[in-house]
């Protein structure tokens, strides 16, 4: 038997109408924050970071082919991961569709992984993608845009995180949360291997040939292009995982327990 509320249709209707005014003002927070994202300062990119993508070695500037603006998605797949994140995979099963609007109105959406190019290329094909993604291997781009950090900086602690300096010391005698660790695990690595990387986007403008970054985001600020959980937000149960449980699987991974 449920243990939820049981109402009368009208019952329904009159807390329904009030949520709708707490969804609107939801939806006009959204869109003054967005208006706030475009008044940040443009910072010029001074770096000559370059990639390599299916058309052969780039400069960040050619990663927006021909658009004003660039959008990167900050992909965890380190060198020695053997597959993709598992919720980054989550997140970019959206891409596909998505890409081709914006590609359409001035705007170029890429994936940006520290692993090889072959490696992104295979999973691309394995998980049925079309959407640009550049192997940024060798370069200083993912530790720029603090997406990834050194060894080094993991066993002093020096390394920062969405806007937050100086993290975990972290050997081969850290302690994970079970998540990361079965998360990892995933990816055909160890934990410490794994939390080298992490997850980002960030946004830049092309203009008079000079590339300006605008914006990034991390953490819990992707959670508005992860397009499932906007799903699950508006299902009956809504999220309904425990608290750090990781249920969701490669789309291509559903029923092979």
């Given at each position: ?23 609107k ?15 940040l ?5 001074n770096?000559?970071y ?9 400069s960040?500037?050619d990663?927006?082919r ?5 959008l990167v ?12 994140c ?7 099963d ?14 170029m ?12 290329e ?5 998980l ?10 060798g370069?200083d ?35 994970f949360?079970q ?8 990816t ?9 990387e ?27 292009l ?29 029923g092979?327990?």
């Amino acid at each position: 038997m449920t243990t939820h509320t049981i109402g009368t249709r009208e019952q329904w209707l009159a807390a329904r109408i009030e949520l709708l005014k707490a969804e609107k003002e939801h939806t006009h927070r959204g869109d003054e924050l967005a208006r706030q994202r475009q008044e940040l300062p443009w910072v010029p990119v001074n770096k000559g970071y370059r990639f390599e993508t299916d058309e052969g070695g780039a400069s960040l500037a050619d990663l927006f082919r021909g658009r004003s603006q660039l959008l990167v998605y900050h992909f965890m797949f380190g060198p020695e991961f053997e597959a993709g994140c598992i919720s980054c995979s989550a997140i970019a099963d959206g891409f596909n569709g998505f890409a081709e609007h914006l590609a359409n109105h001035d705007v170029m959406l890429w994936a940006v992984s520290r692993a090889p190019l072959a490696k992104l290329e295979a999973y691309k094909r394995r998980l049925g993608w079309s959407f640009p993604w550049a192997s940024s291997l060798g370069g200083d781009f993912n530790f720029d845009f603090t997406v990834s950090i050194t060894e080094q900086q993991q066993r002093e602690g020096a390394y920062e995180y969405n806007y937050q300096r100086g993290g975990h010391a972290m050997d081969k005698t850290t302690q994970f949360p079970q998540v990361v660790v079965d998360s990892a695990a995933a990816t055909g690595i160890d934990a410490l291997t794994y939390v080298r990387e992490r997850p980002g986007m960030s946004a830049f403008v092309l203009e008079d040939g000079v590339v300006y970054h605008t914006y990034s985001t991390y953490a819990r600020g992707l959670d508005g292009l992860w397009g499932m959980f906007q799903w699950l937000d508006r299902a009956p149960k809504g999220r309904n995982q425990a608290e750090q449980h990781v249920w969701w699987r490669r789309h291509d991974e559903y029923g092979k327990r």
